[in-house]
């Protein structure tokens, strides 16, 4: 009898175990505290910064091995806001982000390297209808927290730089009146 309920015991505990390490985490990006941050050089000499919030999508996480781990999301181009009414408008004209023809970016990772804390990210982006692979520098995720309401919370925050000119971005604008270089900070809360 003692034998069975050992085995029995340990073949619970076994598979609880293998089931546990082989799952990963599907967390949903909160859009209400998520945001991109970017900077751009004007004519050489001063820094425009500016944002853009609706971040929605999708983080698989996977905390055993972060190399099977995921992330989708999609950036509402519409919220761009550098603080200056014309200029927003401008930068949703078809000379920029052409929020009319595309009212959206989108991301889909293609790779994970690195350990917990210290992550390379990277993926497909797509800007004003061109794709190209751009690579992130992840701090995360988080120790989950419990939120409002109840749910687990994760943090992660990522920066990156892109050149417009291969997304052919503002073409219009060349060096030095508008700098090539964007770079972008992404700072996204997930939750499950």
């Known amino acids: 009898m003692n034998r069975r309920i050992f085995t029995a015991a340990l073949s619970a505990l076994l598979l609880t175990g293998v089931s546990a390490f082989a799952q990963s985490s599907t967390w949903t990006i909160d859009k209400n505290h998520s945001q991109v941050n970017f900077a751009i050089k004007h004519m050489g000499v001063s820094t425009v910064r500016g944002s853009i919030s609706g971040v929605t999508g999708t983080v698989v996480w996977d905390d055993k091995d972060p190399s099977k ?58 800007l004003a209808g061109v794709t190209k692979s751009v690579t992130l520098d992840v701090d995360g995720p988080t120790a989950p927290v419990k939120g409002q309401g109840g ?37 996204v809360e997930a939750d499950k």
């Open 151 to 187: 749910k687990m919370v994760i943090g992660f925050s990522a920066t990156g730089m892109l050149k417009r000119s291969d997304f052919n971005f503002g073409s219009k604008f060349t060096n030095p009146t508008l700098g090539d270089e964007v770079k972008f900070t992404i700072d």
């Open 69 to 126: 781990s995921s992330v989708e999301a999609t950036i509402d181009t519409s919220t761009v806001n550098t603080n200056n009414e014309a200029r927003d408008k401008h930068l949703k004209s078809p000379d920029f982000f052409n929020v009319e023809k595309y009212p959206t970016m989108t991301f889909k990772s293609t790779s994970v390297s690195g350990a917990t804390g210290k992550l390379k990210v990277t993926g497909d982006l797509t």
